[in-house]
């Protein structure tokens, strides 16, 4: 088993990040008053981060995604041009006493993450499934198609 590590390595997600800030931040119309956790301006994005897995045995291909607190509900899956995009909302809200203080917390936001698949993948060949904020995509690796085929010299 060998990991495709191009979807989502150190160099990508930091270049992820500095777009989202800068998209997020211009969505919001560049207001500098808005300070998250971190203590920079740009409101959080919620990005799932994405584990990719390819397994040339039993020709099949494994994307986990990592969706906290997500139903089955709040999760798209397409595929058009030979990419397979996740998205969906999240509206998490959570409160809780501490100390005599009530603590409320909230995240809200639609999130997108896409992924190339091969060429001549079906629909009804990509499986999914969501269980503990997991969710699970499968899909072959190559199709019957693309195989390579020897050709007999004469």
């Known amino acids: 088993m060998s990991l495709v590590n191009f979807f989502s390595s150190p160099i990508y997600d930091d270049f992820d990040r500095l777009f989202d800030e800068a998209f997020s931040r211009r969505a919001a119309g560049g207001d500098s008053n808005q300070v998250s956790r971190q203590g920079n301006s740009a409101p959080r994005v919620f990005r799932p981060s994405i584990d990719v897995h390819e397994d040339k045995e039993k020709n099949l291909v494994t994307a986990n995604f990592e969706l906290p607190g997500l139903k089955k509900e709040d999760v798209n899956i397409d595929v058009h041009n030979n990419v397979l995009t996740v998205s969906g909302e999240t509206k998490l809200a959570e409160e809780r006493t501490e100390n005599g203080y009530v603590i409320k ?50």
């Open 105 to 154: 917390e909230r995240r809200y936001g639609k999130f997108s993450r896409s992924l190339p698949v091969p060429e001549g993948i079906k629909p009804e060949e990509i499986k999914a499934s969501l269980e503990n904020g997991v969710l699970t995509v499968t899909y072959p690796r190559t199709t019957p198609e693309q195989a390579p085929k020897k050709i007999a010299v004469q």
